[in-house]
């Protein structure tokens, strides 16, 4: 199913899904954004670990509360802190790929990405001991051409259908107040270990200071009813809900 109606990822769009026109080729290789199902249910998903500052306490907190996520890390985190990926795993979370740093790859020649992120999968695949499926692009920016070279290399794109922009300074609680209203049923909730593109500060930004495991349990205990999955268990059981946005193809 190929959807332009998303809507902002901070507030969800309307239900129920309704299928538009596809885009011929694109629409076969066009990323996944959530998928298609009236239940309480969503992905939980984490990027830019592995942090030795916030992701081992995010793992106490989801062990504690019984809840399995997918963590989308970088290459260079995984080979500075490999103990992390490889307890992420043993955890029984899923471990995806978010690149080799947070670098914008739509900078790049289509090739090129294409080759950075293959050496990625490899780095991450050789620490963790395990396969690497999915894929999530830093800022999600692609290209068609790009979404190609990385569905040969078997890899699966998935982006997110809802933010709680935690890459801003702000209170724990209000980060879960956004993360809930970003959530529906079958969505695929964009969360963070880190900030790892501190360079990208603005003018009188500073990087969060906020404790992200407390944000999670907060999240949690305003979803209470819900269930939290990886993106894996959720593709596996629900339509997938792919879409075309132009504005990430830069």
């Known amino acids: 199913?190929?959807?332009?109606?998303?809507?902002?990822?901070?507030?969800?769009?309307?239900?129920p899904v309704r299928a538009r026109p596809g885009w011929?080729?694109?629409?076969?290789?066009?990323?996944?954004?959530?998928?298609?199902?009236?239940?309480?249910?969503f992905a939980l998903t984490y990027?830019?670990?592995?942090?030795?500052?916030?992701?081992?306490?995010?793992?106490?907190?989801?062990?504690e509360r019984g809840v399995r996520a997918t963590f989308f890390v970088l290459a260079d985190a995984a080979q500075a802190h490999p103990e992390l990926l490889?307890?992420?795993?043993?955890?029984?979370?899923?471990?995806?790929?978010?690149?080799?740093d947070h670098g914008r790859l739509t900078r790049l020649?289509?090739?090129?990405?294409?080759?950075?992120?293959?050496?990625?999968?490899?780095?991450?695949?050789?620490?963790?001991?395990?396969t690497v499926r999915f894929f999530r692009p830093p800022y999600g920016a692609h290209t068609p051409a790009m979404?190609?070279?990385?569905?040969?290399?078997?890899?699966?794109?998935?982006?997110?259908?809802?933010w709680a922009a935690d890459w801003q300074d702000d209170p724990a609680a209000v980060i879960a107040d956004r993360a809930a209203a970003a959530v529906h049923p079958g969505g695929?909730?964009?969360?963070h270990d880190t900030r790892a593109d501190p360079d990208t500060l603005g003018p009188g930004e500073r990087m969060p200071a906020f404790d992200r495991a407390e944000a999670t349990a907060l999240l949690l205990d305003r979803l209470s009813g819900w269930r939290p999955s990886t993106v894996g268990d959720l593709l596996a059981r629900h339509?997938?809900?792919?879409?075309?946005?132009?504005?990430?193809?830069?």
């Not at 990027?47 to 062990?63: E, F, M, N, S, V």
């Not at 695929?188 to 969360?191: D, M």
Request: glycine fraction near 8%; include cysteine.
């Open 109 to 130: 020649p289509a090739r090129q990405a294409v080759a950075e992120i293959a050496v990625a999968r490899a780095t991450v695949e050789r620490l963790s001991g395990t």
């Open 188 to 191: 695929i909730l964009l969360l």
């Open 1 to 15: 199913m190929l959807r332009r109606d998303l809507g902002e990822f901070g507030s969800p769009a309307a239900r």
């Open 47 to 63: 990027d830019d670990g592995p942090d030795p500052a916030h992701t081992p306490a995010l793992l106490d907190l989801l062990a």
């Open 24 to 41: 011929g080729v694109l629409s076969a290789i066009a990323p996944t954004f959530c998928v298609d199902t009236p239940a309480a249910e």
């Open 239 to 250: 339509p997938r809900v792919r879409a075309v946005i132009r504005e990430l193809w830069t």
């Open 86 to 100: 490889r307890r992420i795993v043993a955890e029984g979370h899923e471990l995806a790929l978010h690149g080799r």
């Open 147 to 162: 979404l190609l070279g990385w569905r040969r290399l078997g890899l699966d794109v998935v982006i997110w259908s809802g």
